[in-house]
């Protein structure tokens, strides 16, 4: 291995190590509690080799968002693989989409409430977030109805997913009326 592959190895492993790093802190602690100051604490490096990889908290909030998106499009599309019928796939659809944003709060805030310098809905959005929006469509766009616009059906759906989870996360909705919640929503808006 050449100097100039063990130096983008090392660099890499760093900022796999940072943004590894944010997320567990923002998960105990919340967002406020990541600084750049206390993840060089963490990691043991300086600012400036923090800085070196994100110009800062914004940027690793995006880096957590992406990470999160690939991992949420994975928790959906296994959670409708096995599953036979459109609106089957729906449910299972919701549920796993809720509760991803239960188990990672803190990711689920860097996706869809913080500020991480990522462009949605637009030609130059990041891939993980067109992915995770395309694993939402995949199950979504069968059920959408006879001259209703997959892609905006899905952003309808998931808008109710979104509001669901965050008002439940809030204390608003009271979470032992989940699984009916899902029900009435796939059984209003999944019409196939």
Do not use: C
């Amino acid at each position: 291995m050449s100097v100039q592959e063990r130096k983008r190895r090392e660099r890499a492993e760093r900022e796999r190590l940072i943004v590894a790093t944010a997320r567990e802190l923002a998960e105990q602690q919340g967002w406020d509690a990541v600084t750049t100051r206390r993840l060089a604490e963490r990691i043991e490096y300086s600012q400036p080799v923090l800085y070196s990889h994100f110009r800062g908290k914004r940027e690793i909030i995006g880096a957590v968002a992406l990470e999160g998106a690939t991992e949420m499009a994975a928790a959906v599309r296994a959670a409708t693989a096995a599953v036979a019928g459109p609106r089957e796939r729906v449910a299972a659809l919701a549920r796993a989409y809720l509760d991803f944003a239960e188990r990672n709060p803190a990711v689920y805030d860097a996706l869809f409430q913080l500020d991480g310098g990522l462009a949605y809905a637009r030609e130059d959005t990041p891939e993980p977030l067109k992915d995770a929006f395309a694993a939402l469509l995949e199950s979504l766009g069968e059920v959408a109805g006879d001259g209703v616009d997959p892609g905006l059906f899905t952003e309808l759906f998931w808008a109710s997913l979104h509001g669901i989870a965050t008002l439940t996360r809030a204390g608003r909705l009271p979470p032992e009326y989940a699984e009916q919640r899902v029900r009435l929503l796939v059984n209003r808006l999944a019409v196939a």
